[in-house]
């Protein structure tokens, strides 16, 4: 069965860092592709940071030189080092796998996210 499974979520002041860590299990394609969404309250989801296969990254626009991220491709894990916190970054975090395969063509898998919560 698949399985993402996501640690490191918590409460941490605004200028603190946390680093998030997700694990992907049962997944029968190649993945092409780890990275991490966020939704806050009354917002929609959006992305955080992804990561290729190839190490390609693509950040959101309000983490850009805050965050990084990082892959180990063989043991299908996932890292989201978050710095300079701030409380808008105050989200469920999810992690999050995507496969392309024919015919099922992209496919995404997500974690139970965890919450990150930036004091003020």
């Known amino acids: 069965q698949v399985q993402l499974v996501e640690s490191g979520g918590g409460l941490v002041q605004a200028g603190g860092s946390l680093r998030l860590s997700c694990t992907a299990s049962?997944?029968?394609?190649?993945?092409?592709?780890m990275g991490w969404y966020r939704q806050a309250p009354g917002n929609q989801r959006e992305l955080v940071a992804g990561i290729t296969r190839a190490g390609n990254t693509n950040f959101g626009d309000s983490v850009k030189g805050r965050f990084t991220i990082s892959r180990d491709n063989a043991k299908s894990t996932v890292d989201l080092q978050m710095n300079s916190l701030k409380p808008e970054d105050t989200a469920v975090y999810y992690c999050?796998?995507?496969?392309?395969?024919?015919?099922?063509?992209?496919?995404?898998?997500w974690g139970q996210g965890t919450q990150v919560t930036v004091s003020s």
């Open positions: 049962g997944i029968r394609f190649n993945i092409n592709a």
């Open positions: 999050n796998a995507k496969t392309f395969s024919y015919p099922l063509g992209e496919k995404d898998y």
